[in-house]
């Protein structure tokens, strides 16, 4: 039987068939989700940097949950970044905009064999092949010499900063997550405890931004790697 829609109801867009049934309506949220059960090079800008003696490869692991395996060349500074582009890797795609009244949502499960010898950024950015230095973007970020994970809310290469969240450990997993509440905060979590609030002042809301992430090197030798086991992201349309 064809849904009725309420008494009274004159607006089309505001009529969510799934409420009778306790459910959000999905089409008033714009989501990407990858589980990374199989990965095109295809559909990502890849940026790379391979001094050392051999190739940075970007693979599916044969793992449960489906794990996206990022491994870089193995000289200092060697470096393997990616950005979301779609279907044919001419240019990044920039899909989500932080607006004002609307909420975000972002979340990723990682690991990183080896934090305190690496730089590694996840998150929201502008395009940009320098991701170590992106002047745009909301985003976590660990820094050559320590293990230390970052969380920063930066517009126009002026950032807001909550540095030393957490304490990554080699080889382990870790979710990370931002919320922006689509009025004056972005909460950041690690294993979905709440570890800093920041203000919007340097939100980046005047241009749409892109899924990114990747490693680069903090030493000659012992390859750097970072695991993905998901990235999901959604607003509120």
Request: aromatic residues 10%.
């Amino acid at each position: 039987m064809p849904a009725r829609f309420p008494s009274g109801l004159t607006t089309v867009h505001k009529w969510n068939p799934l409420g009778e049934f306790g459910l959000p309506d999905p089409t008033q949220w714009h989501v990407w989700f990858d589980d990374f059960d199989d990965f095109a090079a295809a559909q990502w800008i890849i940026t790379t940097t391979e001094a050392g003696g051999g190739s940075a490869t970007e693979a599916v692991n044969s793992a449960d949950g489906g794990i996206l395996l990022i491994t870089n060349d193995n000289a200092d500074n060697d470096l393997d970044f990616l950005q979301w582009s779609g279907t044919d890797a001419s240019a990044a795609v920039e899909t989500f905009k932080f607006v004002a009244g609307k909420k975000l949502f972002f979340k990723a499960r990682i690991a990183i064999n080896e934090p305190i010898q690496a730089d590694a950024v996840i998150g929201l950015m502008l395009t940009d092949t320098t991701m170590l230095d992106v002047t745009d973007g909301v985003f976590f970020q660990t820094d050559d010499g320590d293990a230390l994970l970052d969380f920063h809310v930066e517009k126009n290469n002026t950032s807001s900063d909550a540095t030393g969240i957490a304490t990554l450990v080699a080889d382990t997993y870790v979710t990370l997550s931002f919320y922006y509440n689509g009025v004056d905060k972005v909460e950041a979590y690690v294993n979905d405890a709440k570890v800093a609030s920041l203000a919007v002042t340097n939100l980046p809301d005047d241009e749409e931004l892109t899924i990114s992430f990747g490693i680069q090197q903090g030493e000659i030798t012992n390859v750097k790697t970072l695991s993905l086991d998901y990235i999901f992201v959604a607003k509120q349309r």
